[in-house]
């Protein structure tokens, strides 16, 4: 976990339970969102994303879910497996805007008790 | 596998001293982007490229200065690193879709003592 430190909110979570990450933004302009999953000692892997026309998408054992009223962005990882433990990223950016930049959120630690 | 190697993996430096982090392509992305990664910070964008010799600042760019004289080579060189930019560096690609997503490298860890 050399990655990320020692400050991150960590979501602690029964194997075969489902997971619930929140992901507050705040530009407006963006419209399109990023969930990445950073292992220790890994760069950041996409794991699922979801432009602002949508408000739900659906991947293997993933979903995403977007309040662009409130600005809220949120993961849901189903039947949480010990290889989910890591941390968590949303991301998002304007598309089009210059050099498409994505902005990071801080992330969250997910651990997965067997 | 986006084809992004990051060299080197690990380096540790003195105050004051030069450093050059590479990254290397081997599928002729257009966009390249140097984060780094701190605790309690996140990933913050350095510098990123939308092509050869094209480059442009991101947030924290004061102290690091980007090179790209071919597609698949993005430099980021510390001309004079200090203690305050020991971090995790990481380089990525944007897909080649037309939407944002990033594809990551696997981190340059850097400290300066």
């Known amino acids: 976990g050399e990655n990320v430190g020692l400050h991150l909110p960590t979501l602690s979570v029964q194997e075969g339970d489902n997971s619930i990450i929140n992901c507050a933004y705040s530009n407006s302009a963006s419209d399109y969102f990023i969930w990445y999953k950073q292992e220790s000692g890994k760069g950041p892997q996409f794991i699922i994303d979801i432009r602002s026309n949508m408000d739900k998408r659906q991947g293997q054992r993933v979903t995403v879910l977007l309040n662009k009223t409130v600005k809220h962005l949120s993961l849901q990882i189903a039947a949480t497996q010990p290889g989910d433990s890591a941390v968590y990223f949303c991301?998002?950016?304007?598309?089009?805007?210059?050099?498409?930049?994505?902005?990071f959120g801080g992330g969250t630690r997910v651990l997965v008790k067997p | 596998d986006a084809g992004i190697t990051q060299s080197p993996r690990h380096k540790v430096t003195e105050t004051g001293t030069p450093v050059t982090l590479r990254c290397h392509q081997t599928?002729?992305?257009?966009?390249m982007y140097w984060y780094r990664q701190d605790p309690g910070h996140g990933l913050r964008l350095i510098h990123y490229s939308y092509g050869v010799k094209d480059t442009d600042k991101g947030e924290v760019s004061d102290g690091y200065s980007v090179s790209r004289s071919k597609t698949e080579d993005f430099l980021l060189t510390l001309e004079s690193a200090t203690s305050s930019q020991t971090s995790v560096y990481f380089c990525?690609?944007?897909?080649?879709?037309?939407?944002?997503?990033?594809?990551f490298g696997e981190g340059s860890r850097l400290t300066v003592l």
């Open positions: 991301a998002e950016t304007p598309i089009g805007a210059a050099g498409n930049k994505l902005t």
């Open positions: 599928e002729n992305h257009r966009y």
């Open positions: 990525a690609i944007r897909g080649s879709g037309n939407t944002g997503e990033l594809f």
